[in-house]
């Protein structure tokens, strides 16, 4: 069976067979590259490669998307307004739920 991401696309698969984006991560890699307009590159892949670490290990899922949420912000600041907003309220939304599952 195909990995499926928040979204019901299917997650992409490296050679390994793992997928590259847990469906608790609500962000995939159109929306990074989405992101990746106003992020400097080099930035762009440590972000894509957290993101992928994140997708296989659960303890660094609310690291990644509080990294994710700081380049929304950025983006949003530097724009004057938000070009993403759907994507800001779908991490805001998980990091909610992260809060009050882990008792933050």
Request: charged share 30%; hydrophobic share 40%; with cysteine.
């Amino acid at each position: 069976m195909e990995p499926t991401s928040m979204t019901g696309e299917a997650a992409s698969t490296p050679q390994s067979g793992r997928p590259t984006m847990a469906s608790d991560l609500p962000i995939g890699r159109k929306e990074l590259g989405e992101l990746a307009r106003w992020v400097p590159a080099k930035e762009m892949a440590l972000l894509i490669e957290i993101c992928d670490r994140a997708s296989r290990d659960p303890d660094l899922l609310r690291p990644a998307l509080l990294l994710c949420s700081a380049y929304a912000q950025r983006v949003a600041r530097m724009l004057d307004q938000d070009p993403l907003p759907t994507l800001t309220r779908r991490i805001d939304e998980r990091l909610q739920q992260l809060r009050e599952k882990q008792g933050l």
